[in-house]
């Protein structure tokens, strides 16, 4: 069994950062792409920045050159720095991971995994 727990949202005012965090732990033999996404109300989930395991990263447009997303492979953990926020990226950010499970030591299967979601909310 495979959980990734988010940490790191909550309330900022406008132009101001937080770093969103996401651990994966448990039978894991590797951590392949590793995703954020967000959801605002009455919207879609949507794709806001990507890693693979070798560090190439795809953000979306509207938070090219003000959020980063970062890996720490020794930790199976993802980083999302959030820079100049603005009220429009007030959204639930969901972490999703593609992993590889350990059987007896061996990879066993691929499978996607979500977090749980944590509240980013941007006041103006």
């Known amino acids: 069994q495979v959980q990734l727990v988010e940490s790191g949202g909550g309330l900022v005012q406008a132009g101001g950062s937080l770093r969103l965090s996401c651990a994966a732990s448990?039978?894991?033999?590797?951590?392949?792409?590793m995703t954020w996404y967000r959801q605002a109300p009455g919207k879609q989930r949507e794709l806001v920045a990507s890693?693979?395991?070798?560090?190439?990263?795809k953000y979306a447009d509207s938070v090219k050159g003000r959020f980063t997303i970062s890996r720490d492979n020794a930790k199976n953990t993802v980083y999302l720095q959030m820079n100049r926020l603005k009220p429009e990226d007030k959204a639930v950010y969901y972490c999703?991971?593609?992993?590889?499970?350990?059987?007896?030591?061996?990879?066993?299967?691929?499978?996607?995994?979500w977090g749980q979601g944590t509240q980013v909310t941007v006041s103006s």
């Open positions: 448990g039978q894991i033999f590797a951590v392949n792409d």
């Open positions: 890693i693979t395991i070798l560090t190439t990263t």
């Open positions: 999703n991971a593609d992993v590889t499970a350990v059987v007896d030591g061996n990879p066993a299967c691929t499978t996607d995994y």
